[in-house]
């Protein structure tokens, strides 16, 4: 448990950590919100993209599949 | 009398309900101003007239529609890049990059997102959830870590007045309001916060328009005044001037330029008093392939870049 509360704490950068065990609502919460933007970061930046294509191909008039790849 | 355009529609766009106030023979309507422009376009004659792209190299861009609101675009640049170098000469390194972007353009709702061969991913979103509030997001993500930016604004319009809430990663926070005070004059402010620079400002705007001209101002907090100053001389012709000054750093920059649109092409010119000149071409050659070239010559670094490129669709 001591571990375990040392690694998170090493992994925020010890902002505000005053070493002892407890977890106050604001740091648990700022954690989970670090995690929180760090995958919301991951997923905009892989998914962004086909987002907008997948949005783009079904909206009227659709177009065709093949008019994403040919440069005509 | 010459007639009054009607007032009846509620969405007058500002020009229209300017002119219905100018014709009214000096009576203006203090209960129907127009809604002023977003804070952030205050200064965009003069941006636009003195601040085009210039570039380095080649650059070639095709924009694919595949229907009325979708499209793709490739970008391709081949070019010398400035590093930055603490000496006083530019160091430039030949670089080659390929964009894909992907535009998806409905009138409630806009999202352009661009991709580079590095990873680098600049993505726009503007969401109309009523008539009055927007919300945009903003962000650059890359792969390195804590070069990421993103940023979300909610704005809200209201009859003569506009607000916008910020809200940035590194904990910035910014919010600005403008206000129409006559049909010409248009005042507003700003606030920010920095929380990862432990920094706040605080600035004013002014701007005051009329059919022939624009006369811009701001000043910051963190020293900076931006005043700038657009006459339209013709309907093809714009002169434009700007003055920057930083009551902190005692820097100041001023430059003068001029902004030709005529039926084939946009010339763009602008001289600076940093000893740098601009000029910016885009001419059409046909329908959807414009030609552009750009040069920018600072006499003072010695440095020279021209650029030229072709723009499909």
């Known amino acids: 448990m001591a571990s375990r509360v040392s690694l998170k704490t090493k992994g925020k950068g010890g902002k505000g950590s005053k070493g002892s065990d407890e977890k106050s609502a604001a740091q648990c919460l700022k954690e989970w919100s670090t995690w929180a933007m760090k995958k919301a970061k991951v997923a905009t930046h892989y998914g962004f993209i086909p987002l907008v294509i997948i949005i783009g191909m079904n909206s009227e008039p659709k177009p065709q599949l093949y008019q994403l790849l040919s440069p005509v | ?103 998806f353009i409905d009138p409630n709702l806009m999202l ?99 059919d022939k001209m624009v006369a811009a101002g701001q000043v910051a907090s963190t020293g900076m005044v931006a005043l700038s100053y657009v006459q339209k001389v013709s309907e093809k012709v714009s002169l434009a001037s700007d003055f920057m000054y930083n009551y902190i750093t005692k820097d100041v920059t001023s430059s003068a330029g001029y902004d030709y649109i005529l039926r084939q092409c946009r010339l763009r010119g602008k001289i600076d008093s940093n000893g740098c000149t601009t000029a910016y071409l885009e001419e059409r050659l046909n329908m959807g392939l414009n030609f552009i070239l750009s040069a920018e010559i600072d006499h003072r670094k010695k440095d020279y870049k021209f650029g030229f490129g072709l723009t499909v669709g």
């Open chain 2, 112 to 210: 352009i997102g661009r991709v580079l061969t590095d990873g680098r991913l600049n993505a726009r979103v503007k969401w109309d959830l009523t008539d009055n509030l927007t919300v945009k997001a903003n962000a650059q993500l890359t792969n390195e870590p804590h070069m990421s930016h993103g940023m979300f604004n909610f704005d809200y319009k209201g009859k003569d007045y506009r607000s916008q809430f910020q809200m940035g990663n590194g904990a910035l926070f910014g919010a600005s309001y403008i206000q129409s005070v006559t049909p010409h004059l248009f005042l507003g402010g700003e606030v920010f916060w920095a929380g990862q620079h432990r920094k706040s400002g605080l600035g004013y705007a002014a701007r005051y328009e009329t």
């Open chain 2, 1 to 103: 009398m010459a007639g009054l355009v009607h007032p009846a529609t509620t969405t007058i766009p500002a020009e229209a309900s300017k002119t219905a106030h100018t014709k009214a023979e000096e009576k203006t309507d203090y209960m129907n101003l127009p809604c002023p422009i977003p804070f952030e376009e205050l200064q965009r004659e003069a941006l636009m007239s003195l601040k085009p792209e210039t570039f380095e190299g080649l650059r070639f861009d095709f924009t694919k529609g595949l229907n009325q609101k979708f499209s793709l675009s490739h970008s391709a640049s081949m070019g010398p890049t400035e590093i930055p170098s603490q000496s006083a000469e530019t160091i430039k390194i030949p670089t080659a990059h390929y964009e894909f972007g992907a535009n």
